[in-house]
Each structure stands twice: as C-alpha cells, then as structure tokens.
C-alpha cells in the first residue's frame, strides 16, 4: 500500500510558476514510477508527467513538454512537479499517482494509488 498525499497548489498568474510535491508513505518508494494527471472542470483526467523507479527517465504529455519538470527525492518519499510559464489552460485539480508499472502510470487510467488531488488556478 501506498499513500500519497499533494501539497504546492495555488492560485498564480499567467507566465508564473510552482511548485507541487507529492509525500508517499511506505518503504518501498523507490520502486514505483510516480505520475501526475489533471483534471480540469467539465474535463477528463490527463496524464501530465511520470518519473520511473531511478528518476532517469521522464515522460511528459505534449501540452507541458518544455514548462513542467517532473523529478524525485527517493531518500525523502518524494515526488515533485516544477511548473513554469504556467497557462490559463493548466487550471485543474492535480493528482499524484503511483504504480509499480510505468506502461500503467502513463495510461489513460493511470496507476493503483492516487493523491487527494491539489488545486492549481492560473489567472490570465
């Protein structure tokens, strides 16, 4: 079992940045892939990001390829979600994720545990 809990969420404007973290419980950490996906009003869920098992290798959804850098802090349970040059259309609750299989982290569905979810509102 794993539990993941979001903090970092705000409201922010147009162009500007943050920062979300993701605090999982249990030992075995370093050996989930960690996810973030959004869910925005009236929309579905999306993946955003993935970080596998050793923080080498990252995914990203095409809408935040070159603003958002996802990485993590195996020594502290932790995974984190950089956001720069944030858009209006990154407005949504965000979720962390985790599995131990990235193919499922980055699927539609995503993986077995999920956060409580953070609001992020970007301001035009």
């Known amino acids: 079992q794993v539990q993941l809990v979001e903090s970092g969420g705000g409201v922010v404007q147009a162009g500007g940045s943050l920062r979300l973290s993701c605090a999982a419980s249990g030992r075995t950490f370093s050996r989930y892939t960690m996810g973030w996906f959004r869910q925005a009003p009236g929309k579905e869920r999306e993946f955003v990001a993935a970080?596998?098992?050793?923080?080498?290798?990252?995914w990203y959804a095409d809408s935040v390829k070159g603003r958002f850098t996802i990485s993590r802090d195996n020594a502290k349970n932790t995974v984190y979600l950089q956001m720069n040059s944030l858009k209006p259309e990154d407005t949504a609750v965000y979720y962390c994720?985790?599995?131990?299989?990235?193919?499922?982290?980055?699927?539609?569905?995503?993986?077995?545990?999920w956060g409580q979810g953070t609001q992020v509102t970007v301001s035009s």
């Open positions: 970080n596998g098992v050793s923080g080498g290798r990252t």
């Open positions: 994720n985790a599995d131990l299989s990235a193919i499922v982290v980055m699927s539609k569905r995503g993986g077995d545990y």
